[in-house]
T-cell receptor, first 115, second 114 residues
Framework: QQQVKQSPQSLIVQKGGISIINCAYE??????FPWYQQFPGKGPALLIA?????SEKKEGRFTISFNKSAKQFSLHIMDSQPGDSATYFC??????????????FGQGTTLQVKP | NAGVTQTPKFRILKIGQSMTLQCTQD?????MYWYRQDPGMGLKLIYY???????DKGEVPNGYNVSRSTTEDFPLRLELAAPSQTSVYFC?????????????FGSGTRLTVV
């Protein structure tokens, strides 16, 4: 079963708008929640990450909101730009089994920002 | 600073053929991982290693094998290729000391089995 569920699958936003991608998880042992950005033909690259003891983290135009009780977290991209067009993955670290650092990924969201 | 290097970038295999996907990292990371990426499915963990000589199965290990004889290299072996193995494969490495489990991904190998 999908341990991290991500929505929507695709998203189209106008330049200057706000892009919002949502993720939900079940495993309460997860202790680190990164977001990755992937451009075509490239590997995923870390965008921003949060730990469950923090409700929000902001880096430039990118913000993670975290709701521990609801087991949900989301990525907000403010003032979205065409250069933000990419695939975004939420993920979670499985903190157990000897701390192997295995990343569990969501299904991915393809974002298109129209000029 | 090369990071994580994967070869080849593209490959077409016939059903039943075998091949090895190469992965090398120069960051002295102990942890290395192989993922496959399929449309709408995200990335699924195939195998991982927490150090030289130590490997373990991930979520989708069937049809694959790995070895880790050195810290730098973590090759992925496909035996008897099947169409279901058509995918994009990513190798990654991380160091616990990086803080926040900092992962570095390679640029991927696009494999087609026909």
């Amino acid at each position: 079963q999908q341990q991290v569920k991500q929505s929507p699958q695709s998203l189209i936003v106008q330049k200057g708008g706000i892009s919002i991608i949502n993720c939900a998880y079940e495993n309460t042992a997860f202790d680190y929640f990164p977001w990755y950005q992937q451009f075509p033909g490239k590997g995923p690259a870390l965008l921003i990450a949060i730990r469950p003891d923090v409700s929000e983290k902001k880096e430039g135009r990118f913000t993670i909101s975290f709701n521990k009780s609801a087991k949900q977290f989301s990525l907000h991209i403010m003032d979205s730009q065409p250069g933000d067009s990419a695939t975004y993955f939420c993920a979670a670290i499985e903190n157990g089994s000897g701390n192997t650092g295995k990343l569990i990924f969501g299904q991915g969201t393809t974002l298109q920002v129209k000029p | 600073n090369a990071g994580v290097t994967q070869t080849p970038k593209f490959r077409i295999l016939k059903i039943g053929q075998s091949m090895t996907l190469q992965c090398t990292q120069d960051m002295n990371h102990n942890y290395m991982y192989w993922y496959r990426q399929d449309p709408g499915m995200g990335l699924k963990l195939i195998y991982y290693s927490v150090g030289a000589g130590i490997t373990d199965k991930g979520e989708v290990p069937n049809g694959y094998n790995v070895s880790r004889s050195t810290t730098e290299d973590f090759p992925l072996r496909l035996e008897l290729a099947a169409p279901s193995q058509t995918s994009v494969y990513f190798c990654a490495s991380s160091s616990r000391q990086a803080g926040g489990y900092g992962y570095t991904f390679g640029s991927g190998t696009r494999l087609t089995v026909v």
